[in-house]
């Protein structure tokens, strides 16, 4: 009897062994396109007869291939028409641990939604190779009727030997959406059914290539390449630059450049025999461990790594070429060096595009087995021997693909799977079969299958650890473990968890994993949201994540926690580790500019750098700066090229590199590396003209341009135009980072718990002296004793209204009665709210993008402006976003209104938007944020930064407000 992909824990049958991905001159006919498809809900499919020849589907659907069903329109059983399955149960399924069907391995439930595909394709091909590049979860496959096989493993290369007859042929193709290689499958990632990679049939005809092997070593001592081309037929390589022409298995010993992610250098060339010609795509280059540290072509390597997935916000992990390309020039243009394929294998072209333009891959293999963790890790496929041949088989799928791809430099053998013996065998084979990259296992404390100790979503003290080799020891483990690990280089494959606003601190970790050799760097997670495009009962469009999907279990938001956003654009976060990870560090030094080379294989000759100097954000000199090669690591001081001038006020330089020239990932002039430091900064001069004492009204004060409420002391009114408040706020709504995973880590119940998020305000005292008001109120929380009290002593000279804040904290704000615990206050500021005709914005202080107080490297200090609209960052869960941080100035503009103006002298952030941080905080989708009217301005003496949390450590304590009396001044005038 067969195996089925149902009945066996096997990997297949009647497959031909992995090979070599190869760009071969062989005939290659796509079958791609329309195939005729039927959805049933269980794996009985359309019963029997689809595969035969003569079958009658003009019944059934058509669907694009590659594609997944459940992106398609297609027709759910029962329905009597096509139709979207996007948002319903048979439609995408996002969970992030769990597995959506029962815990029961290798048992499948009968509810097993299944697609038959078929396919009419003429041919004249008569002996070929039938490819799926990826079927979601499983195929079995027939050909004119005849069964070749099946196959499990989604995201790797499948092929069949197939003899097409002449002239027409039938493709049928049985996919289930469940299969026992689902349990190896529990990515953190959509359940995506269906062919979803190209199909094609390749022509083999007598002695043409199987597969080959290409070596292609480098000794950085001699500058020499050494080059052998491994083949299963008789073969011939040919590389005209290097005027090579030698047999396959042959060795030849040549001078070349090395390829590197910064140069990544590629020799072309065939590898041919009498009936097949296989394009090379060589690049020469070692990769070696040596004391501890992951070396390349002998020099140390630093991985500014993203974790990707493939993704697209319509078509799933069905990605085009362009997509793939795009991904790939976005990273280099952010200063990204590195990639995990986090976490299987992705499409072969986008590592050709790796090896072309230049990125280190860490190449991972698709196997999850995260979901045992609810069975407390009993029956772990890697510790279950009958589970070994399909680990197995995914190991040698991918390696055998991707084993000539230079820009791969680790395998990474799996995620997220504890531990078993499985994995002595997988780290066996690749060793044998590929003893010239190292391996990754992260998630096994003892590390014994891992050239590399690594952990994920480390705090940044356990990292600092970490790179002195002083980590804590994992429980569980041997002396001999321990001893061994400790000599490790380590990589850092998750950290900086990019979900909602934010991540902060990307400037803590990359300066610890610049300062220890031992770390070879870190990979954020993650690139991409994990988003679909959706449109709600009103006709709006969103992004659906899997808390949209009436489906339990579904890991809710945890898809949307990418640098891009769902329709690839690129968020702030993105922008932030940008600047953070340029590859150039310029900085002040004494009375001059730090410029050091922080690439590992390349010069800076491919930059030109500039200089501009800026008096309060108006610029005042600039031009170009002479800056001599440096090799990589080398450093120069350059002595500053302008220094400020005597009038009092901010004085900052900005020096920039710049690419010199258009390169295949950005044009010229494109932004590198940017530092920018004051030289001079004086606070503006207190206001020297006459003080304005308040007149009393009808139940009035008048203060300069100030009208305020005689009892309650509040601004009603400034240069005649209506306001609310200033009052004290000490809320904002949560970020995705403010409900961090933990009772520790949940800032946002806490704040809900005490009440930030219902302040009430008492005006305690209302004193109208000669020299301006002050005003007494209490702030506090229903239901609970602590306060904050805060003194608004406000003032006028001349024209302009002086107000200076005092606050107090009252009451139990640590080791609070009811919780036992510190509260934590996200901000501390006024929020005013003004007539809804303000529409723009202008500032000096750090812009144009938002800034957090752990997230500043992207804005720069100078005159920036923006509308009120533009403000906002839209995240695809509304949160607090937006704020601007060292403001010196702020003025609010709006046709027919006066322009306020909001000044120091003390520095302050902003955020202003047309709906409260209360509305922010109860929208689930931007499309509820609806315009109240008003514009909401804050601003912020302090506000917390955003950390990581949603996954990863709590927020440092240096990125909070402190809860100590506070004091600051704001300054109001009307133009
Ligand atoms: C880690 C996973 O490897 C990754 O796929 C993703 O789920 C990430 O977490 C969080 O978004 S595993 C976790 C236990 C830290």
Redesign the pocket.
């Known amino acids: 009897m067969h195996t089925t992909p149902l009945n066996s824990v096997l990997p297949g049958e009647g497959r031909r062994a992995p090979r070599a991905d190869a760009v071969t001159d062989a005939r290659t006919q796509s079958l791609n396109g329309r195939w005729r498809f039927r959805l049933s809900p269980t794996a009985a499919g359309s019963g029997g007869g689809f595969v035969a020849d003569d079958f009658d589907d003009t019944a059934w659907d058509t669907i694009r291939v590659p594609s997944h069903w459940v992106l398609e329109p297609v027709t759910p059983p029962g329905a009597d028409g096509p139709r979207s399955l996007l948002g319903t149960a048979d439609g995408p399924l996002y969970t992030?641990t769990a597995f959506p069907i029962p815990l029961d391995p290798p048992h499948i439930p009968e509810e097993n939604p299944t697609g038959d595909y078929r396919l009419e394709f003429d041919t004249d091909i008569a002996a070929g190779v039938l490819r799926f590049q990826g079927v979601d979860s499983c195929a079995t496959v027939w050909l004119n009727g005849e069964r070749l096989g099946w196959t499990t493993g989604s995201r790797l290369q499948t092929e069949f030997d197939v003899r097409p007859r002449p002239g027409r042929n039938v493709l049928a193709v049985r996919v289930h959406r469940w299969s026992p290689g689902t349990y190896l499958e529990d990515?953190?990632m959509w359940w995506l059914p269906g062919i979803f990679r190209d199909v094609e049939l390749i022509e083999r005809l007598p002695g043409t290539i199987d597969d080959h092997f290409v070596h292609a070593d480098y000794n950085h001592q001699t500058g020499l390449g050494t080059l052998r081309v491994d083949a299963d037929a008789a073969a011939v390589v040919t590389i005209p630059e290097l005027d090579l022409v030698l047999a396959a298995g042959e060795t030849a010993t040549v001078a070349v450049e090395p390829w590197s992610a910064e140069s990544p250098r590629l020799y072309r060339g065939t590898l041919a025999t009498g009936t097949e010609s296989v394009t090379l795509a060589i690049g020469f280059r070692r990769v070696t461990i040596d004391d501890g540290r992951l070396l390349v072509n002998g020099a140390p390597v630093f991985f500014r790594g993203v974790n990707r997935h493939e993704q697209d916000w319509e078509r799933g992990r069905t990605l085009d070429r362009d997509t793939m390309l795009r991904d790939i020039l976005e990273m280099k243009r952010h200063n990204i060096n590195a990639v995990r394929t986090?976490?299987y294998p992705p499409h072969p072209d986008f590592l050709r595009l790796c090896d072309e333009i230049g990125l280190w891959v860490v190449e991972e293999c698709d196997l999850e087995t995260h979901g045992f963790i609810y069975a407390g890790w009993e029956g772990n496929p890697p510790t279950e021997p009958q589970w070994l041949p399909a680990m197995l088989d995914r190991i040698q799928r991918m390696v055998e693909r991707d084993k000539n791809r230079p820009s791969v430099v680790i395998w990474s053998m799996a995620?997220?799977s504890w531990t078993g013996a499985n994995f002595d065998a997988l780290e066996a084979w690749i060793r044998d079969r590929d003893p010239s990259r190292p391996i990754l296992y992260e998630r096994d404390p003892s590390y014994r299958n891992s050239d590399f100790y690594s952990v994920?979503?480390p705090d940044l003290e356990r990292l600092e650890a970490i790179g002195r080799r002083e980590e804590e020891r994992p429980d569980g483990v041997s002396d001999e473990e321990d001893a061994r690990r400790r000599t490790l280089p380590f990589l850092l494959c998750?950290y900086a968890?990019a979900m909602g606003n934010g991540p902060g601190s990307l400037h803590d970790y990359h300066r610890i994993m610049r300062s220890h050799p031992r770390i070879c760097g870190g990979f954020v997670?993650e690139w991409i949201d994990h988003g679909f495009r959706h449109v709600d009962g009103a006709g709006n469009e969103f992004v659906m994540h899997g808390g949209d999907v009436a489906y339990r279990p579904n890991g809710g938001r945890?898809c949307l926690?990418g640098l891009l956003f769902a329709d690839r654009t690129p968020g702030p976060g993105l922008a932030e580790l940008a600047a953070v990870l340029q590859p150039v560090e310029i900085g002040a030094a004494d009375d001059g500019v730090l410029i050091r080379n922080a690439q590992d294989f390349v010069d800076t000759s491919s930059l030109r750098f500039e200089w501009l100097l800026e008096h309060d954000g108006v610029r005042v000199g600039g031009g170009d700066l002479a800056v001599p090669v440096l090799a990589p690591g080398e450093a120069a001081t350059l002595p500053l090229p302008a220094h400020p001038g005597a009038a009092p006020g901010d004085w900052w330089l900005t020096v920039r590199g710049l690419q010199r020239e258009d390169t295949a990932w950005a044009p010229a002039g494109h932004l590198v590396a940017r530092g920018q430091w004051a030289l001079a900064r004086t606070a503006p001069a207190p206001a020297a003209g006459s003080p304005v004492a308040p007149r009393q009204g009808d139940g009035v004060v008048f203060l300069g341009p100030g009208e305020f409420d005689a009892a309650s002391g509040a601004l009603i009114r400034l240069g005649g135009v209506p306001v609310d408040g200033p009052r004290l706020d000490l809320y904002r709504a949560p970020t995705e980072n403010d409900r961090g995973q933990g009772e520790r880590n949940n800032l946002a119940a806490v704040w809900t718990a005490v009440g930030l998020d219902r302040l009430q305000h008492r005006t305690d005292g209302v004193r109208i002296r000669d020299d301006g008001l002050e005003v007494v109120v209490r702030t506090s929380s229903s239901t609970h004793p602590h306060a904050a009290d805060t003194v608004l002593r406000w003032s006028c000279v001349d024209d302009v209204l002086h107000l200076s804040v005092t606050v107090d904290f009252v009451g139990p704000w640590r080791d609070t009665p009811y919780m036992h615990r510190d509260i934590v206050v996200p901000r501390l500021g006024l929020r005013l709210g003004l007539p809804g005709g303000y529409g723009r914005a202008e500032w000096f202080g750090l812009g144009p993008q938002e800034s957090y107080v752990d997230s500043t490297a992207a804005a720069v200090v100078g005159r920036h402006a923006s509308t009120i609209d533009d403000l906002q960052v839209d995240y695809p869960t509304p949160q607090e976003n937006g704020n601007r941080m060292g403001t010196r100035w702020l003025t609010l503009a709006g046709d027919g209104l006066p322009t306020l103006r909001f000044l120091g002298p003390d520095e302050f952030a902003f955020t202003a938007r047309r709906w409260t941080s209360e509305a922010l905080e109860r929208a689930r989708h931007p499309q509820d944020l609806v315009d109240s009217g008003r514009v909401w301005l804050n601003l912020d003496h302090a506000q917390q930064g955003i950390g990581s949390a949603s996954?990863g450590p709590a927020l440092p304590e240096r990125y909070r407000v402190p809860l100590t009396r506070a004091s600051w001044t704001v300054t109001f005038a009307v133009d």
């Open positions: 992030n990515q953190d986090s976490h995620n997220e994920m979503y998750e968890h997670w945890y926690d996954v």
